[in-house]
């Protein structure tokens, strides 16, 4: 037997031998599409209709279609007893990065014709990590360099579906915008372009909210004269073209009130004069991202319609932060505010119901309030609450179910549903969360140790600037050249 | 795994025309009204393999494939004999060779305005034609040559739209004045990549790139519209569009007349693109060296050709370690190759320590790492199958100059990928042609361009054969295997 065949053969070997072990330590449940199920005997914490003890949820096709107790179903329906367990619809976050692929263009001060749906990577294992935290839908959003980033994609996170299988398919579209100093240290100290203060920042976003109302004027007359020619070719003449402009589009939606606009944002002042530009431009339904200072206008908040998505307690990691205080999300809940509690970080959406258990440590607010910030508040927030947000008959069966009141500091999240299918299951599901497609064929163990640590350690500071840094550091942002 | 049989050099029998003598070099050729080959063995697109043929082409175009025919007298025989095989010359679907490196981008400053650079500071270059650069004589030519390359589809290298491509033969008439024209047909594709401007321009990021390019389209279409308006009646009161040499340049791609040449990495860029073509409905051809066959359902709707690269991937390094760890077994019984000095046996002592390390003692998170992985390489390997398999049009793209590591790609995927030799050689040939849209290459017929391989062995993939003359439009390039 030649070397060749020896080591052919060894290779053989090796490779039947694991690929037996394989069989045992298969890639995780993978979304399939709507199912059905029922959930049985659980303390159902509906989060809008109250805590149902001994109660059934009943999932058919992947919609709820019944709550009760002792609910008949066909006998072959899948069950899952979830006596002496709580269940709670999936946690929705309103703020975060988790898969994208590019987070930061961070090269215009304006890029709304940018979309992070085309910047979606299905493959990661992150999104396993934020199922294991029974989180089901999440914004995805652009980074903080531009005053006006890039359109946002809200998820669901079906594990193993593609780029356009985790799309949120009834969720309005939302956009990013950023105040402060990224914006302004980005461009105005990047590049020496407007915006260089936080005057600058406002400039900027009325000064293309005018573009975009002449725009829409002149390619609205455009398509109207065009239309009218093609009726009548003899009376009507031919208009000059208005190409379509995707940015001016856009923004010309927001304006028109179909993107809602989320806004990152820290200080009181800057909060305040965008509140005024939207006032002014008519914009509604909008959501202040972070808002550590949101605290001192939350009446004006209150007022004004907007929504906050912040943190519990995190701040001081850049000048704007510092004057920050735990007790934000409950003032401008008991304002009126409607408030979520957002990670903005791969580690921190694993734990979301801690963060909203800080509310109720230092906020005072009570437990539904709190569960409601990672529920149907930031559900509200996104304009999925008719779908998501909380468990009610004709709402997605998307649904987490915990070992204990997830408030507490000991509750395990144990199973995790999107439409109806059991995409986290802590009791069976293999260490190894990876897809099958996402694994390397030449990555060392090692190096797959240092990115896991990596992506599960604490939040960085600024995570919105990921990418922006990148381009700072290095001068460019995209180096790897085709070498064919 | 399988190998043709391969032929004992005892049987190598050929006719040199001596006169060629230095003619018949890789730089420099002298057009001879008419060549031919007898005797030889004939591999064709459809596989069928005949033996004793005669090829006669003069002018660059095949006249004559058959068997046991005479040569015309005014042909020169280059070369006959049964120990011969003669195959299509290779089509490189996708590449830069011929043409200047691009740009530096640590050299990019930040432009005036970073947000709205110049289209060429942006990468935006559709307008850009590699016919009046592209270098004939240019040593990633000879590489082509070497390898059996008959023709290469050559664009600039660039960023986001580098250029467009044309079609060039790999050798061409020497003058007085250098060079006569290579080219074979102009202007096939329109080049795309995920590559931003570089440095601190727009546009930076994949995401940026997709509305970029929705822009321009959009801007191209605007365009077209006015400049049809004006030529047109009825509008002899509008006022003239402003000229724009790049949104011009799109109006084949608008109009679906030519393809996207799309360079992509991973299926989810793939798919990108195809949303790109979907809104704008134009032809792509993809050019990878992933595997494309998760989306391949898609391709295979849309008629999408993929062009592959050949390299050949690395396995995982602790499946290295033990296929090298069989090695040192042998060297054992082979007392000629025994180690002979301090540092050797150190290494042995350290190589049999690691040999002896058990399995047992990885933990089992890195057993069942192990495991997967060993899953993703079979996958890996099996790549090219698996699109075969799916139905997709493959063909071949990005030969890097290097024919040694190229030819062990080849046979990679032949011996551990389950890829006949034959589809290899059609992928590297008659697909690429086809994907191209060029009828006359890429086969043997009589009426093709005259592009062929002449070999010396029956198996063209194994690595006893020896690879004698490239023939590119009739010309007839040594190549020289030393």
Redesign the interface.
């Known amino acids: 037997m030649t070397t060749q065949n020896l080591t052919t053969l060894k290779g053989l070997l090796t490779a039947l031998f694991l690929l037996s072990f394989t069989s045992v330590l298969a890639q995780p449940t993978t979304y399939d599409g709507p199912q059905s199920v029922l959930i049985k005997n659980g303390l159902v914490k509906t989060i809008t209709q109250g805590d149902l003890p001994n109660t059934d949820v009943y999932i058919v096709n992947g919609i709820i279609q019944e709550i009760g107790q002792d609910l008949s179903v066909p006998t072959n329906t899948p069950v899952i007893d979830a006596t002496d367990k709580v269940v709670m619809p999936g946690i929705v976050d309103a703020h975060s990065h988790l898969n994208t692929v590019s987070t930061n263009e961070a090269t215009s001060p304006v890029t709304s014709e940018i979309t992070i749906k085309e910047s979606i990577d299905p493959n990661d294992v992150a999104i396993y990590h934020a199922l294991a935290g029974g989180v089901t839908s999440i914004n995805l959003m652009h980074g903080s360099a531009n005053v006006i980033g890039a359109r946002n994609a809200t998820l669901k996170l079906r594990y193993g579906a593609d780029q356009f299988g985790l799309q949120f398919q009834e969720a309005p579209q939302t956009i990013k915008f950023a105040l402060g100093e990224n914006p302004t240290r980005v461009h105005g100290q990047g590049t020496g372009v407007q915006p260089r203060t936080r005057m600058g920042v406002e400039r900027v976003i009325r000064d293309i909210f005018d573009d975009a109302i002449e725009y829409d004027r002149k390619r609205e007359t455009y398509l109207e004269q065009k239309a009218a020619h093609e009726r009548r070719p003899n009376r009507v003449a031919l208009p000059v073209p208005v190409a379509k402009n995707l940015r001016l589009e856009v923004i010309s939606d927001i304006i028109e009130g179909d993107i809602l606009v989320h806004c990152h944002s820290y200080r009181a002042d800057e909060i305040m004069m965008l509140v005024n530009v939207f006032k002014d431009y008519g914009v509604e339904n909008y959501t202040f991202q972070h808002a550590n200072e949101g605290f001192k206008v939350a009446p004006e908040l209150a007022e004004a319609g907007a929504n906050a998505s912040v943190f519990s307690d995190w701040w001081a990691y850049k000048f704007e932060v510092y004057y920050s205080t735990a007790y934000n999300a409950a003032i401008l809940h008991e304002n009126g505010v409607n408030t979520s509690i957002n990670s903005d970080s791969n580690e921190l959406i694993r734990h979301l119901n801690h963060e909203a258990a800080k509310v109720v440590r230092y906020g005072g607010i009570s437990e539904n309030d709190a569960l409601k910030m990672i529920t149907i508040n930031p559900a509200k927030q996104l304009g999925i609450d008719e779908y998501v947000g909380s468990l009610e008959v004709g709402k997605h069966g998307d649904v987490s179910i915990w070992s204990a009141d997830p408030l507490s500091i000991y509750a395990v999240n144990e199973m995790t549903l999107v439409d109806g299918q059991v995409l986290f299951n802590r009791k069976t599901d293999a260490p190894d969360a990876r897809l099958d497609r996402a694994i390397s064929h030449d990555q060392s163990f090692d190096d797959l140790q240092s990115e896991v640590s990596e992506s599960i350690r604490g939040r960085q500071d600024d995570a919105c600037m990921e990418d922006a840094f990148k381009l700072f550091e290095s001068g460019h942002q995209s180096e790897q050249s085709h070498n064919y | 795994m399988k190998r043709n049989d391969r032929m004992g050099e005892a049987s190598l029998c050929f006719w040199m025309i001596l006169f060629l003598g230095s003619a018949l070099t890789a730089t420099a050729q002298t057009t001879l009204p008419s060549y031919g080959v007898q005797g030889v063995n004939v591999i064709q697109s459809d596989g069928t393999i005949k033996s004793d043929q005669t090829i006669h082409w003069a002018e660059g175009i095949i006249r004559r494939v058959s068997s046991s025919e005479t040569l015309p007298s005014s042909a020169r025989i280059l070369v006959e004999g049964d120990s011969l095989l003669i195959v299509p010359a290779f089509i490189d679907g996708?590449?830069?060779s011929g043409l200047p490196d691009?740009e530096d981008?640590?050299s990019?400053g930040?432009p005036d305005?970073?947000?709205?650079p110049t289209y060429d500071r942006a990468g935006i270059q559709p307008h850009r034609l590699p016919e009046s650069e592209f270098d004939v004589s240019h040593s990633s030519v000879a590489a082509h040559q070497s390898a059996g390359f008959g023709a290469i589809n050559s664009s600039h290298?660039g960023r986001m739209m580098p250029g467009q491509s044309s079609l060039f033969f790999t050798q061409a008439e020497e003058t007085f004045s250098g060079f006569e024209s290579p080219l074979y047909e102009s202007a096939l594709g329109f080049v795309f990549?995920?590559?931003?401007?570089?440095?601190?321009?727009?546009?930076?990021?994949?995401?940026?790139i997709?509305?970029r390019f929705?822009?321009l389209l959009?801007?191209a279409?605007?365009?077209q519209?006015?400049i049809n308006?004006v030529e047109g009646p009825?509008?002899e009161?509008?006022?003239t569009p402003q000229r724009d040499a790049v949104l011009e340049s799109l109006f084949p791609l608008l109009n679906g007349e030519k393809p996207l040449m799309a360079?992509v990495e991973s299926p989810?860029d793939a798919?990108?693109v195809l949303?790109l073509a979907d809104e704008f409905d134009f032809p792509v051809i993809f050019?990878t060296d992933a595997d494309l066959s998760?989306i391949a359902p898609k391709l295979v709707q849309s008629a999408t050709p993929v062009l592959f690269?050949f390299e050949k991937?690395?396995?995982?390094?602790w499946?290295q370690k033990?296929?090298e760890e069989?090695?040192p077994?042998?060297n054992t019984a082979n007392e000629s190759v025994a180690a002979d000095n301090a540092d050797d046996a150190a290494t042995d002592e350290s190589n049999s320590e690691s040999e002896q390390e058990p399995d047992e003692e990885l933990s089992e998170?890195?057993?069942?790492?192990?495991?997967?992985?060993?899953?993703?390489?079979?996958?890996?390997k099996g790549a090219l199958r698996t699109m075969l398999d799916a139905g997709l049009m493959i063909g071949v793209?990005?030969?890097?100059g290097n024919d040694k590591d190229f030819f062990e790609a080849l046979r990679f995927y032949h011996e551990e990928g389950e890829v006949t030799s034959q589809e290899l050689l059609n992928i590297l040939s008659s697909n690429t042609a086809m994907i191209l849209g060029i009828e006359r290459l890429g086969t043997l017929t009589e009426g093709s361009v005259a592009n062929m391989i002449v070999i010396n062995g029956q198996d063209w993939l194994s690595e006893d054969a020896t690879r004698l003359f490239t023939v590119s439009n009739g010309h007839v390039i040594t190549i020289d295997n030393d």
């Open positions: 996708l590449n830069h691009a981008p640590s990019y930040t305005r970073p947000s709205d290298p990549q995920f590559e931003g401007a570089g440095g601190r321009a727009y546009p930076a990021t994949d995401m940026a997709m509305a929705k822009q959009y801007d279409e605007a365009l519209q006015h308006y009825g509008a009161q509008m006022e360079s989810e798919e990108r949303m050019a998760p690269r991937p690395e396995a995982p390094d499946i033990e296929t069989t090695e077994v042998e998170e890195e057993q069942a790492f192990r495991a997967r992985q060993a899953s993703a390489w079979e996958a890996k793209h990005g030969y890097n």
